[in-house]
């Protein structure tokens, strides 16, 4: 299903300005996205309970017996592209933002709907109202995949719209979904979500706070061509793209992991934290787009020359995390 085509044009550093924001008391949906503070407040909630497959430490996990196959397939000498940073591309946010709101936040129906860039999973989506201030930021200010992410963070729920629109009092997507951040559960068998996979996208993302913190403790969401994704999935990944089944294909919800030896103790403090939660958590396949795309939230304070340096990571310093059994087209 999805494709994402925003990503497949952009060539440089994919950058935009941080939108993630607190919501005020206004009942009219219309809350102005203001900067939280230098420690987001998404940031102080707990993501998920610490035994759910998002939070799981795969530093000892074993490799799978197709690694090679994989990683040669991808293609063993690309290198990371860190499509997160700051400031604007081209006059238009590219990335995927987010914004925070308390529980007085207005709730908005969403309608779903084809339109000439994707279809009508309605489906297989969660059903609206959601809370969404009506000026959330869209990704990519509604060109390709449209992502609109809403946290809230006094009932620890979040919010995610696929191919999304803001049109009169609501939102028109291609697909939603809602994901209670403290429990473990996960989309009905054969879902898709607002990423491909069935997974949630917000807990995936490389996020600036965090960096202020100094550790992730998650998986990072990236992206490779649909020529080279299995036709299958692996928990906690849901849903499946049409493809084939080779031995050398990485199936959704699969990880790559930065293997232990890997020195990156050169890269700056920023950049370590990112490398050493790639040796800790891995990288996790959760959509389409471009080869090795690694995502993140916008912020300010990223520093784009120190951000590019991560494309000198190539991934032959990776081996895939033991797969497991791969759920196929039914």
């Known amino acids: ?63 799978d017996a197709n690694s090679d196959l994989i990683i040669n397939n991808i293609g063993a000498s690309k290198g990371l592209f860190p499509d997160f940073g700051s400031g604007e591309w081209e006059g238009s946010p590219i990335g995927i933002p987010y914004v925070s709101v308390d529980g007085s936040q207005l709730k908005v129906p969403i309608t779903f709907r084809a339109n000439n860039y994707d279809g009508d999973y309605g489906g297989e989506s969660d059903q609206g109202p959601f809370p969404i201030p009506l000026n959330a930021p869209i990704e990519g200010n509604g060109a390709g995949d449209s992502h609109v992410i809403s946290i809230d963070v006094e009932n620890s729920m979040l919010y995610e719209l696929y191919n999304a629109s803001q049109v009169g009092d609501g939102f028109e997507a291609s697909s939603a979904a809602v994901f209670n951040l403290n429990k473990i559960e996960f989309r009905p068998d054969g879902w898709t979500s607002a990423d491909a996979a069935g997974l949630p996208i917000f807990p995936l993302l490389v996020r600036y706070p965090e960096i202020e913190k100094g550790i992730i403790d998650h998986p990072i969401r990236f992206t490779i061509v649909r020529n080279k994704i299995h036709e299958g999935y692996v928990h906690p990944a849901r849903h499946l793209v049409s493809g084939n089944t080779s031995d050398e294909l990485l199936p959704f919800g699969g990880r790559l992991r930065l293997k232990e030896d890997y020195d990156i103790s050169g890269f700056s403090e920023t950049n370590q934290i990112i490398l050493t939660a790639m040796k800790t ?22 520093d784009n020359d120190d951000l590019k340096k991560l494309k000198e990571v190539s991934l032959d310093n990776f081996e895939v995390i033991e797969l497991g059994d791969i759920t196929l087209k039914k």
């Open 281 to 302: 958590y891995g990288l996790m396949l959760a959509d389409v787009g471009s080869d090795m795309f690694i995502t993140g939230a916008p912020h300010e304070k990223w």
């Open 1 to 63: 299903m999805k494709t994402s085509i925003f990503n497949l044009v952009v060539f440089g550093l994919a950058i935009n300005f941080i939108t993630a924001c607190s919501s005020d008391d206004s009942d009219n949906g219309n809350d102005n996205p203001n900067p939280t503070g230098e420690i987001d407040n998404v940031e102080n909630i707990q993501i998920f309970p610490a035994t759910h497959p998002l939070n799981m430490d795969i530093s000892n996990s074993p490799v």
